[in-house]
Every structure is written in structure tokens, then in C-alpha cells.
T-cell receptor
């Protein structure tokens, strides 16, 4: 379970704050993902990076800004969030990204609460 | 658009019983992959089992097996001899030609002692 780590595990922030979520993978993978998980809803894919290049951006509001400085690290920068952005944010990684058989490995998530 | 439906929001069974979680999906593609992921309380999401649409044989991993009915677009997960550690959210997911995982809303499974 330590293949993909996320920090912080819990975050409470006001709507005017700026914060960042961090994800690190120790599996030698080439693709990384950000998901939003809300209660009783399917996981929502936010961003995908393959070989440090963003390949998916599913109409996510600009108040979420991803950064992938290398294939092992992924950040999600947050600013002027809304209460409806409160959710569990999951990071995942996979070997190839654009392969149907690719298995995604998940981090433990960051529980975000926006006040 | 592809969709994945898990019709059972919550299920509960006694330890050692067999339980089946249902999943249906909608797609016009013929070659795709299906996955079951497990998310234990406060723990990481992990892959349980996966199935390629072209393989007629149902995938099996120890106590976990699937019933894949391609024509009916059904992909159920059977857990035999259920254990307390099987208590978790279970998510069904589909992956087709655009390589994105399409997820169901999940089924909360509770194994009672």
C-alpha cells in the first residue's frame, strides 16, 4: 500500500485559501491521474498525465490546477474553492496510461473540506 | 456514451456466505476491459479482478470470480466464503477505446460476524 502516497491526508480550507495536494508514486509508472470521489457518485476523472504531459482534462474548473514536474510526482493546486468541492481526492498511477489492460494503483486520498 | 450501473447501493451478508454484486454497462464497442476495484474503509482502492471482453472464460482470483455475460452487458462479482476483511466499497469500471476508466457509483458491502 505504499506504492502511491498522498499528502496531506486531511485538509480543511476556507474559500479564499490557496493549498496544494501532493502525490508521489514509487512504482516506476509513466502515467498519473487525479480523481474526485464524492459520496454515492462514480469517480470523476479530473486530469491525466502520461510521461509528464497532460493528456486529459475533463472540463475541470480553473480553480483546480495540476502540475506534473516528473513522472513520479503530481500536484493539484487549489485556489478559491467552493463548498461543493469538498470530497476525497484520489491520485493514481499506471504503467502506460493509454493501454486498455493498464491497471491503476491508487493512493489513500486527501479528504478535503472547504468551509 | 459509455455508462456503468451498479444497482445495489449496499449489501450485507454473514461471514462465510457467498455474495454476488451486480454491474451492468452500456457500450457499442466490442473490445474492452472490465474491472472490479475494492476500497476498504479508510484504505486504498485496489484492483480485485479484471476481464477482457474477448475472453469467454470468466476470470477468477482465489475467492473472487466474475460472471461475464457479454450479450447482456453484465459483469457481476461473486465472493465466496466471505470474510470480515471483504467489508469495503466495491466499484465496477469499464475501459474501452478512449482508455479512460468509466466507473459505477459503487456497492457498499458489509460482512457481519
Amino acid at each position: 500500500e505504499t506504492g502511491v502516497t498522498q499528502t496531506p491526508r486531511h485538509l480543511v480550507m476556507g474559500m479564499t485559501n490557496k493549498k496544494s495536494l501532493k502525490c508521489e508514486q514509487h512504482l516506476g509508472h509513466n502515467a498519473m491521474y487525479w480523481y474526485k470521489q464524492s459520496a454515492k457518485k462514480p469517480l470523476e476523472l479530473m486530469f491525466v498525465y502520461s510521461l509528464e504531459e497532460r493528456v486529459e482534462n475533463n472540463s475541470v474548473p480553473s480553480r483546480f490546477s495540476p502540475e506534473c514536474p516528473n513522472s513520479s510526482h503530481l500536484f493539484l493546486h487549489l485556489h478559491t474553492l467552493q463548498p461543493e468541492d469538498s470530497a476525497l481526492y484520489l491520485c493514481a498511477s499506471s504503467q502506460e496510461g493509454a493501454v486498455r489492460t493498464d491497471t491503476q494503483y491508487f493512493g489513500p486520498g486527501t479528504r478535503l473540506t472547504v468551509l | 456514451a459509455q455508462t456503468v450501473t451498479q444497482s445495489q447501493p449496499e449489501m450485507s451478508v454473514q461471514e462465510a456466505e457467498t455474495v454476488t454484486l451486480s454491474c451492468t454497462y452500456d457500450t457499442s464497442e466490442s473490445n474492452y476491459y472490465l474491472f472490479w476495484y475494492k476500497q476498504p474503509p479508510s484504505r486504498q482502492m485496489i484492483l480485485v479482478i479484471r476481464q477482457e471482453a474477448y475472453k469467454q472464460q470468466n476470470a477468477t482470483e482465489n475467492r473472487f470470480s466474475v460472471n461475464f455475460q457479454k450479450a447482456a452487458k453484465s459483469f457481476s462479482l461473486k465472493i465466496s466464503d466471505s470474510q470480515l476483511g471483504d467489508t469495503a466499497m466495491y466499484f465496477c469500471a469499464f475501459r474501452g477505446s478512449n482508455y479512460q476508466l468509466i466507473w459505477g457509483a459503487g456497492t457498499k458491502l458489509i460482512i457481519k460476524p
